[in-house]
């Protein structure tokens, strides 16, 4: 049994060669490697065979198709970078992460080196000796009713989560106003020195800080009360570029619209959806300068609306696309969280996206993200268009 192991090893190391153009290190190998990269490359579904630190060793032409790279770009690096587009270098890729634990898994996520959505089954092969120096990945792209499946489910996990964000906000929002209350009796009614005043002045300033943060949850959670009416959205993408176009010129970022040649309406709440783009714009103008501090001909914020016939579910689409930073595959999942953000510490709350998610799901529609690291940034809102 161990010799014919060692062979099915020889034959994997020989396929190797023969794939690099090599010729076969072993001549009675030869019919064998023929055969077993025949069966590989005969795979429908990208295929990779990876070290345990992430490190691709072999992977079949579907792989090479799907990734729309030769053989040379993608034999010898990083998986991250093949099937995620890369990283950031302060966060770890989770995928590389469970490889060095050599563990078998299935999952469902996107892949945006392959340009769409799979599942990707993990299997670490042993050795006869019990040790594992390599793992075959199987990526299997997702068909239409598994995408909605997966989308239902990250959908009812943030549900969850602006639940338990709301149960937090109302457990804290009744001590801090309490706080605040007593701290400014303390303000009105007593004769203080200039150091009490300062520290009773602190203490509301951060609880009423607090009561913004727990605010916020609750709009995470639930849209508050608004009126909605028929509202075209070119005027709010127009309304909230007038607001923005002089810090917009100050950095040189170019703003290019598409808007479709008539009118149409939806029911919302003019105010919240300007909330959500100037969010959204925001975020694109943080990710222009952070990839070009000066001026770059690729400075450039698309705005498109567009309204999708379709008898059933008719959609309105506006959708905010940079060229800045994009987003590794490793954070896309959480971006909606609340208190997740991108930033470095004190230059974002990690509130903006979360609100955005909830102001759009209050509304019966949906944002959804796609972006690659180092290429672009695409947010995407659908709202029910029917009137």
Same mark, same amino acid.
């Given at each position: 049994?161990?010799?014919m192991n060692?062979?099915t090893?020889e034959?994997i190391?020989? $396929? ?5 153009g090599?010729?076969?290190?072993n001549p ?7 055969t077993?990269?025949?069966?590989? =490359?005969? +795979?429908q579904?990208?295929?990779?065979v990876?070290?345990? /630190?992430?490190i691709?060793?072999e992977a *079949?032409?579907?792989?090479l ?6 053989r040379? @770009? ?6 991250c970078?093949?099937?995620?587009g890369g990283?950031w270098p302060?966060i770890?890729c989770?995928l590389e @992460?469970?490889? &060095?634990?050599c563990t078998p ?5 996107r892949l ?6 799979? $599942?990707?089954?993990i ?7 019990g040790?594992?120096d390599k793992i ?7 068909t239409s009713d598994?995408?909605q499946?997966v ?5 009812a996990k943030?549900?969850?989560?602006g639940?338990?964000?709301?149960g ?5 929002n009744?001590?801090?106003?309490? +706080?605040?209350n ?6 009105d009614n007593?004769d203080? /020195?200039?150091?009490g005043i ?8 951060e ?9 916020n949850?609750? $709009? ?5 009360g608004c009126?909605?009416e028929?509202? *075209? ?5 127009k309304?909230?570029l007038?607001?923005v176009?002089?810090q917009?010129?100050?950095d040189?970022?170019m703003?290019?619209t598409?808007?479709p040649?008539n009118? $149409? ?6 105010g919240?959806l300007?909330?959500?783009l100037l969010?959204l714009?925001? *975020?694109?103008?943080y990710?222009l =300068?952070?990839r070009?501090?000066?001026t770059?001909?690729q ?7 567009l ?5 059933e579910h008719p959609v ?9 930073t994009?987003?590794p595959?490793?954070?896309l999942?959480?971006?909606? @969280?609340p208190?997740f953000?991108?930033?470095?510490p004190? @230059?974002?709350?990690?509130?903006g996206?979360s609100?955005?998610y ?7 529609g949906?944002l959804?993200? *796609?972006?690659?690291l180092?290429k ?9 268009s &029917?009137?």
């Amino acid at each position: 049994m161990r010799t014919m192991n060692m062979k099915t090893n020889e034959d994997i190391c020989c $396929s190797s060669e023969v794939a690099r153009g090599r010729n076969c290190c072993n001549p009675h190998k030869r019919c064998h490697t023929s055969t077993w990269e025949q069966l590989f =490359n005969a +795979i429908q579904d990208p295929v990779l065979v990876v070290r345990p /630190d992430g490190i691709i060793i072999e992977a *079949n032409d579907a792989t090479l198709h799907a990734a729309q790279k030769s053989r040379k @770009e993608v034999v010898g690096q990083g998986i991250c970078k093949i099937v995620h587009g890369g990283k950031w270098p302060h966060i770890k890729c989770p995928l590389e @992460e469970f490889l &060095k634990t050599c563990t078998p898994k299935v999952e469902d996520t996107r892949l945006p080196g392959f340009f769409g959505e799979y $599942s990707v089954t993990i299997s670490p092969v042993k050795e006869m000796d019990g040790k594992i120096d390599k793992i075959m990945l199987i990526a299997r792209e997702l068909t239409s009713d598994e995408i909605q499946k997966v989308d239902s489910i990250r959908t009812a996990k943030l549900a969850a989560i602006g639940e338990l964000a709301a149960g937090v906000a109302h457990e804290v929002n009744n001590p801090i106003t309490g +706080i605040i209350n007593f701290a400014q009796i303390l303000l009105d009614n007593y004769d203080l /020195d200039p150091a009490g005043i300062t520290i009773v002045q602190k203490i509301i300033d951060e609880g009423d800080r607090i009561a913004s943060i727990t605010h916020n949850l609750l $709009s995470f959670a639930r849209a508050d009360g608004c009126e909605r009416e028929p509202v *075209n959205p070119v005027e709010v993408v127009k309304e909230c570029l007038t607001l923005v176009q002089h810090q917009l010129k100050m950095d040189g970022i170019m703003v290019v619209t598409e808007y479709p040649p008539n009118d $149409s309406f939806i029911i919302a709440d003019f105010g919240q959806l300007q909330q959500v783009l100037l969010n959204l714009i925001s *975020n694109s103008r943080y990710a222009l =300068n952070a990839r070009y501090p000066g001026t770059d001909p690729q400075k450039i914020i698309k705005i498109s609306c567009l309204k999708k016939e379709d008898k059933e579910h008719p959609v309105y689409r506006l959708i905010v696309k940079d060229y800045g930073t994009g987003l590794p595959q490793s954070i896309l999942e959480r971006i909606f @969280e609340p208190f997740f953000t991108t930033k470095p510490p004190g @230059e974002g709350t990690g509130l903006g996206l979360s609100i955005s998610y909830g102001i759009i799901k209050d509304h019966g529609g949906d944002l959804h993200v *796609n972006s690659i690291l180092d290429k672009f940034t695409e947010m995407i809102i659908e709202l029910p268009s &029917k009137i």
